[in-house]
């Protein structure tokens, strides 16, 4: 045997090795810690809106109509659905460090400018300035997944990939469940204040701590670096070697797909009923149930908050299920879609 070869056989054994052991925690972890920090602050600042246009409406220049509250609501999807497609090819070109730090960051900024641009030009200017905001949110997500993608081993990818995503979750509870206390406090302004400004922290950290690739991490070890190139090596495809941004995206494929097309009805369907519940709940709230604004910010939680805790539940179950093989993966990921699909039908 030559010498190039024992060595490579050594240096599989000893990653065998270190991903079967207990490796603790890595620099990995921390980059998954700080993108559920981001899907944090980043749902704090695009639910802050629902209660805060309950506070607002108790003075009379805020007082809108329905109609106008609607437009105000979902003014911030009109530009959060332009952006989906065209981020993931931006993340993988420029590194999905730079989008979501570029989106987030000018996004708490327009969050901390709320309430100034209310005062100075009514329902009209706040319509524009959330739309402007869920155009650069809609970074977010593609950047997570490129920076997941390049980060976690594909055996850790379930576990943390959940923890990173169920910063929405925490995000959307901690939101609702501060404002009214923010709102009573400081007015209705503070809310914005201080979700965007819980924005800025997030973006100086992620910006020295935060790395798009290992490659590019100065603080990552050997060790781990190799760990995570190994784990990725075993998907490589001849396509794998070009760099990112040039690898062809088959387009027409996605669409013709039968798999992809069935994922984009059940996340339109998903989609439809978390986010009517979400933005209506606390005006719901309100106007129905005479509930005060404290009482409605916490009431407006509990959904989430139960949707924050059955995650880790169904994310464990679901390992569970795959390690014992007694399912197949194919039918162990429509089993948990459906339950999940179960929850805004009965609601």
Same mark, same amino acid.
């Given at each position: 045997?030559? &010498?190039?070869s024992?060595?490579?056989?050594?240096?599989?054994?000893?990653?065998?090795r270190?991903e079967n052991?207990?490796?603790?925690?890595?620099i990995r972890?921390l980059?998954?810690?700080?993108?559920?920090?981001?899907?944090?602050?980043?749902?704090?600042?695009?639910?802050n809106?629902?209660?805060?246009?309950?506070a607002?409406?108790?003075?009379?220049e805020?007082?809108?109509t329905e109609r106008?509250?609607?437009?105000?609501? #979902?003014s911030?999807?009109?530009?959060?659905?332009?952006?989906?497609?065209?981020a993931?090819?931006?993340?993988?070109?420029?590194?999905?460090?730079?989008t979501?730090?570029s989106?987030?960051?000018?996004?708490?900024?327009?969050?901390v400018?709320?309430?100034?641009?209310v005062?100075?030009?009514g329902w009209?200017?706040?319509?524009?300035l959330?739309?402007v905001?869920?155009?650069?949110?809609?970074?977010?997500?593609? #950047?997570?997944?490129t920076?997941?993608?390049?980060?976690?081993?594909?055996?850790?990818?379930?576990?943390?990939?959940?923890f990173?995503?169920v910063?929405f979750?925490?995000?959307?509870?901690?939101?609702?469940a501060?404002?009214?206390?923010?709102?009573?406090m400081?007015g209705?302004?503070?809310?914005?204040y201080?979700?965007?400004?819980?924005?800025?922290?997030?973006?100086?950290?992620?910006?020295?701590?935060? #790395?798009?690739?290992?490659a590019?991490? &100065?603080?990552i070890?050997p060790?781990?670096r190799?760990?995570?190139?190994?784990?990725h090596?075993s998907?490589?495809t001849?396509?794998?070697?070009?760099?990112?941004?040039?690898?062809i995206?088959?387009?027409?494929?996605?669409? &013709?797909?039968p798999?992809?097309l069935?994922?984009i009805?059940v996340?339109?369907a998903?989609?439809?009923?978390?986010?009517t519940?979400?933005?209506?709940?606390? #005006?719901?709230?309100k106007?129905?149930?005479? &509930?005060?604004?404290k009482?409605?910010?916490?009431?407006?939680a509990?959904?989430?908050?139960?949707?924050f805790?059955?995650?880790?539940v169904?994310?464990?179950?679901?390992?569970?299920?795959?390690?014992?093989?007694?399912?197949?993966l194919?039918?162990?990921?429509?089993?948990?879609?459906?339950?999940?699909?179960l929850?805004?039908m009965?609601?």
């Amino acid at each position: 045997m030559s &010498k190039e070869s024992s060595q490579e056989e050594y240096r599989m054994v000893k990653n065998r090795r270190f991903e079967n052991k207990s490796t603790g925690y890595g620099i990995r972890h921390l980059q998954i810690l700080l993108l559920f920090a981001a899907l944090t602050v980043g749902f704090a600042m695009r639910v802050n809106l629902s209660v805060a246009i309950v506070a607002m409406a108790e003075f009379p220049e805020y007082n809108w109509t329905e109609r106008i509250k609607s437009l105000v609501l #979902s003014s911030f999807f009109w530009g959060y659905v332009t952006t989906q497609v065209p981020a993931g090819p931006l993340a993988r070109r420029f590194g999905g460090k730079v989008t979501i730090l570029s989106g987030l960051s000018i996004c708490s900024v327009l969050t901390v400018l709320t309430p100034l641009c209310v005062r100075l030009g009514g329902w009209q200017v706040l319509c524009a300035l959330r739309l402007v905001e869920g155009v650069f949110q809609g970074l977010l997500f593609p #950047s997570c997944h490129t920076v997941i993608s390049a980060w976690v081993p594909p055996n850790e990818r379930a576990t943390m990939g959940n923890f990173a995503y169920v910063g929405f979750q925490f995000g959307t509870i901690i939101m609702l469940a501060t404002s009214g206390l923010l709102a009573s406090m400081g007015g209705w302004p503070s809310i914005f204040y201080a979700s965007g400004a819980a924005g800025c922290l997030w973006s100086v950290v992620y910006y020295f701590w935060g #790395s798009s690739t290992p490659a590019q991490s &100065k603080r990552i070890t050997p060790e781990e670096r190799e760990l995570i190139e190994l784990g990725h090596a075993s998907e490589r495809t001849e396509d794998a070697e070009l760099p990112s941004h040039h690898q062809i995206t088959p387009w027409l494929s996605f669409f &013709k797909s039968p798999a992809v097309l069935a994922l984009i009805a059940v996340q339109s369907a998903y989609a439809f009923g978390f986010w009517t519940l979400l933005t209506q709940i606390p #005006s719901y709230m309100k106007n129905v149930l005479g &509930k005060d604004i404290k009482a409605n910010a916490l009431l407006s939680a509990l959904p989430y908050t139960t949707m924050f805790v059955l995650s880790f539940v169904f994310a464990w179950l679901s390992k569970r299920l795959q390690r014992t093989e007694c399912v197949s993966l194919s039918w162990n990921r429509k089993l948990f879609n459906s339950i999940g699909m179960l929850g805004p039908m009965g609601l």
